[in-house]
């Protein structure tokens, strides 16, 4: 079972890997105006569909090879807790990194770092409102091995969109609130069915 979860897992993060790249390339025949077409323009109507289509795209090929690695990687390790759960802390680092730069950005956006941070965010506080010790050490191990991404939610880096970062972050921390795996006791009873105890 463990196995075919992890094929799953390596398949559906490729594949948005190479989505990507598709992206990349076919914006590339296309040409810039590609980018301000599909890209997030902030406070601007024309630019709300850039917070679907910006992500998947982006201005060059190092931002586009910074992103693939991390993207694969949170994305395999989300994905092992099943497709359901990964596909809500995708939509919510999505949307909120996509809102946050409409509403607060400085110019023109594209890139899936946003949701590469909310992926990241999410494995980094799962194990706490999940209260797994093997969630909270792979969060520990991330941390040393990627922790200087944190950085990237600070306006530190000209031409970086830290409103991205931060607000897609933000909504991974908030599918992990809302994913959080509730434990409470069960009671059995001879007379009836079991119930549960505590908050649901």
């Given at each position: 079972?463990?196995?075919?979860?992890?094929?799953?897992?390596?398949?559906?993060?490729?594949?948005?890997?190479?989505?990507?790249?598709?992206?990349?390339?076919?914006?590339?025949?296309?040409?810039?105006?590609?980018?301000?077409?599909?890209?997030?323009?902030?406070?601007?109507?024309?630019?709300?569909?850039?917070?679907?289509?910006?992500?998947?795209?982006?201005a060059g090929?190092?931002?586009?090879?910074?992103?693939?690695?991390?993207?694969?990687?949170?994305?395999?390790?989300t994905l092992?807790?099943?497709?359901?759960?990964?596909?809500?802390?995708?939509?919510?680092?999505?949307?909120?990194?996509?809102?946050?730069?409409?509403?607060?950005?400085?110019?023109?956006?594209?890139?899936?770092?946003?949701?590469?941070?909310?992926?990241?965010?999410?494995?980094?506080?799962?194990?706490?409102?999940?209260?797994?010790?093997?969630?909270?050490?792979?969060?520990?191990?991330?941390?040393?091995?990627?922790?200087?991404?944190?950085?990237?939610?600070?306006?530190?880096?000209?031409?970086?969109?830290?409103?991205?970062?931060?607000?897609?972050?933000?909504?991974?921390?908030l599918a992990?609130?809302?994913?959080?795996?509730?434990?409470?006791?069960?009671?059995?009873?001879?007379?009836?069915?079991?119930?549960?105890?505590?908050?649901?």
């Amino acid at each position: 079972m463990l196995a075919k979860r992890a094929r799953t897992a390596l398949y559906v993060s490729l594949g948005l890997a190479a989505l990507i790249w598709v992206c990349y390339f076919l914006s590339m025949f296309a040409g810039p105006a590609a980018l301000r077409e599909l890209g997030i323009l902030p406070r601007r109507v024309d630019g709300l569909d850039g917070i679907l289509f910006g992500p998947l795209l982006h201005a060059g090929i190092n931002h586009l090879l910074g992103n693939t690695l991390p993207l694969v990687l949170f994305s395999f390790l989300t994905l092992l807790e099943g497709i359901r759960r990964y596909l809500v802390v995708l939509a919510a680092s999505w949307l909120a990194s996509g809102l946050g730069v409409w509403l607060f950005g400085g110019g023109l956006t594209v890139g899936i770092s946003g949701v590469v941070f909310g992926l990241f965010a999410y494995l980094m506080v799962r194990g706490i409102y999940n209260r797994d010790i093997v969630q909270l050490l792979l969060g520990g191990a991330l941390f040393l091995v990627y922790g200087s991404l944190l950085w990237g939610v600070l306006p530190v880096s000209i031409g970086v969109s830290w409103q991205a970062h931060l607000f897609g972050a933000a909504g991974g921390v908030l599918a992990a609130v809302l994913l959080s795996r509730r434990n409470p006791s069960r009671r059995t009873s001879k007379s009836g069915p079991s119930r549960w105890e505590g908050p649901l």
